[in-house]
């Protein structure tokens, strides 16, 4: 089984930051890309940054300059770090992974239990 485990959501004032982390586990074979997805209430899932193995990252406009997607090492983590955070930014993260769990099965994507973000003050 594959677990997608998110951390470091919360309140925090306008213009303060956050960053979140996500850890993929279980058995995995290999991991492709990696990102990060929000829902505001009322609202459809939104991509807000996806990063591929080799390091190249893109953005949703809305974020571009404020957020930084990063993975570590392993290529089993990765971090969302949330600057000049707005009232708009408040949604549930969510962590998506696209990974094999063999070698001989396809590529699928998974997804995290979402971690509350929300931007007030």
């Known amino acids: 089984q594959v677990q997608l485990v998110e951390s470091g959501g919360g309140l925090v004032q306008p213009g303060g930051s956050l960053r979140l982390s996500c850890a993929a586990s279980g058995s995995i074979f290999r991991v492709y890309a990696m990102g990060w997805y929000r829902q505001a209430p009322g609202k459809q899932r939104e991509l807000v940054a996806k990063?591929?193995?080799?390091?190249?990252?893109n953005y949703a406009d809305s974020v571009q300059g404020r957020f930084t997607i990063s993975r570590d090492y392993a290529n089993t983590t990765v971090f969302l770090q949330m600057n000049r955070l707005k009232p708009e930014d408040t949604a549930v993260y969510y962590c998506?992974?696209?990974?094999?769990?063999?070698?001989?099965?396809?590529?699928?994507?998974?997804w995290g239990q979402g971690t509350q973000v929300t931007v007030s003050s």
């Open positions: 990063i591929a193995t080799g390091g190249i990252a």
């Open positions: 998506n992974a696209d990974l094999r769990t063999t070698s001989w099965s396809r590529i699928t994507d998974y």
